[in-house]
């Protein structure tokens, strides 16, 4: 079944402590984003993958960092948790041509104490 | 991108069609009407796109007007499950453009009531 896999679904830690946010995707796509989501501020795109190595700044880039290493993978690293970054996330992917649409993940709910 | 309108809310009948409309009165002659839904803090899900011509799959039909100007998406036979918020969103296709970011607005809540 063609997904996007997201890991953990929910995570609750403390300030500082890095973690990191996995995505995978089996649709062989080469574009794969990520996304984050307040109430009252929708969905804001937090960093971008053309395809492998190649990433660049979404419009919440601060406070995270990205990496493209292999096609389907595209962890988000959050290396110095802080509170604001209490949201939930989504991973997003599509292929880079055409008109195809994306395809998200079930979304991470994380909780920064 | 062009920006949408949507109502903030609709309700609708189960078993009934469910007809949500959308204004992209600025939309270029390149972008493409997509649509999705979220339901409750879930990842949004795809539902249909089009240019110009109206289409249908599995899960609804999208009707495009003549100019553009606007669209809507029918859920023929709207079940409690189709309770969720419905973007459109107007973008170009190809994903290079612009990060291949996709701008949710407001969107709008609908509610299937039995």
């Known amino acids: 079944e063609a997904q996007v896999t997201q890991n953990p679904r929910y995570l609750i830690t403390v300030t500082g402590k890095k973690l990191t946010v996995t995505c995978s995707q089996n649709?062989?796509?080469?574009?794969m984003s990520w996304y984050r989501q307040d109430p009252g501020l929708g969905l804001r795109q937090i960093y971008y993958?053309?395809?492998?190595?190649?990433?660049d700044k979404g419009d919440v880039p601060e406070g995270y960092k990205v990496s493209r290493k292999e096609k389907r993978n595209f962890p988000l690293i959050l290396e110095s948790p802080s509170p604001n970054q209490t949201s939930l996330y989504f991973c997003?992917?599509?292929?880079?041509?055409?008109?195809?649409?994306?395809?998200f993940g079930d979304g991470t709910r994380l909780s920064i104490l | 991108d062009a920006k949408t309108t949507q109502p903030p809310s609709m309700d609708c009948a189960e078993g009934r069609a469910a007809n949500l409309p959308c204004n992209h009165s600025?939309?270029?002659?390149?972008?493409?009407v997509y649509w999705y839904r979220q339901i409750h803090s879930q990842g949004p899900q795809y539902i249909i796109h089009?240019?110009?011509n109206n289409e249908t799959n599995e899960m609804a039909s999208l009707i495009i007007t003549e100019d553009r100007k606007s669209s809507t998406l029918i859920l023929p036979h709207a079940t409690l499950r189709d309770t969720a918020v419905y973007y459109c969103?107007?973008?170009?296709?190809?994903?290079?453009?612009?990060?291949?970011?996709?701008?949710f607005g407001q969107g709008t809540e609908l509610s299937v009531k039995p």
């Open positions: 969103i107007v973008r170009v296709g190809p994903i290079y453009n612009q990060g291949g970011k996709l701008i």
């Open positions: 993958s053309m395809n492998v190595e190649v990433t």
């Open positions: 997003a992917s599509s292929l880079v041509q055409g008109d195809q649409p994306q395809h």
């Open positions: 649709m062989n796509h080469e574009y």
């Open positions: 600025t939309i270029s002659g390149n972008e493409y």
């Open positions: 089009g240019l110009k």
